[in-house]
């Protein structure tokens, strides 16, 4: 089973300013790789997929990159409504589909 | 507008019963896999299942392989998830989620709102 282990676990950044996730896995997930936004009571919502392609209707500030083993989230200048749980996922060696534990974005 | 709209949850005692239903619309349901997610209060997100498009194959997470059975009704646009032999640990919100390709290996576009299973004594 492929480990996914996200960094940090809480991360604090002001309104407007750039916010970095980090995602790892525990094995080459080549860029089979998936980033999900969750607020408090609503369902994940799919963000990037294949490493770095945003998913309909997702802006221009959240981009993905990485390949292998290392990845990374960012979002490029946080608005109100960015502030929440964002998680990676492989799907590269399934079964299982593995997610990361989650990163807290919160406002600083 | 893809919907997907899950029902079935409840309270239940350990060892009971429950089947979950996931009603979907906006798009064609044969063509894709689906996929049941779980997320115990307060914590992350564990993969439960998959069915391919087709129904067969399907996929199962060893937290509740020999106790769920997921399976599709694709004339109805429906997935299910039969749940025996229910334990405390599956105490979570269950989520459907409709896969980008018709064999899994791709990542989850659309996701219901979820539904609740609460296993109890």
């Known amino acids: 089973e492929i480990v996914m282990t996200q960094s940090p676990a809480t991360l604090s950044v002001s309104p407007g300013e750039r916010a970095t996730l980090s995602c790892r896995a525990s094995?080459?997930?080549?860029?089979?790789l998936a980033w999900y936004q969750q607020k408090p009571g609503q369902a994940p919502r799919l963000l990037i997929y294949?490493?770095?392609t945003r998913a309909t209707g997702i802006p221009a500030t959240f981009s993905g990159s990485g390949s292998g083993t290392e990845f990374t989230l960012t979002i490029s200048s946080l608005q109100s409504e960015d502030f929440a749980v964002y998680y990676c996922?492989?799907?590269?060696?399934?079964?299982?589909?593995?997610f990361g534990q989650g990163t807290k974005l919160e406002i600083k | 507008e893809v919907q997907l709209l899950e029902s079935g949850g409840g309270l239940e005692q350990p060892g009971a019963t429950l089947r979950l239903s996931c009603a979907a619309s906006?798009?064609?349901?044969?063509?894709?896999?689906m996929t049941w997610v779980r997320q115990a209060p307060g914590k992350g997100l564990e993969w439960v299942s998959t069915?391919?498009?087709?129904?067969?194959?399907?996929y199962y997470a060893d937290s509740v392989k020999g106790r769920f059975t997921i399976s599709r009704d694709n004339s109805k646009n429906t997935l299910y998830l039969q749940m025996n032999s229910l334990r405390a640990e599956d105490t979570a919100l269950y989520y459907c989620?409709?896969?980008?390709?018709?064999?899994?290996?791709?990542?989850?576009?659309?996701w219901g709102q979820g539904t609740l299973v609460t296993v109890s004594s």
């Open positions: 989620a409709k896969e980008t390709g018709a064999y899994g290996y791709s990542a989850f576009d659309f």
């Open positions: 996922q492989q799907y590269n060696n399934w079964p299982p589909y593995t």
């Open positions: 069915i391919s498009g087709s129904g067969d194959p399907t």
């Open positions: 094995q080459s997930v080549t860029t089979n």
């Open positions: 906006g798009f064609t349901f044969s063509n894709f896999a």
């Open positions: 294949g490493a770095s």
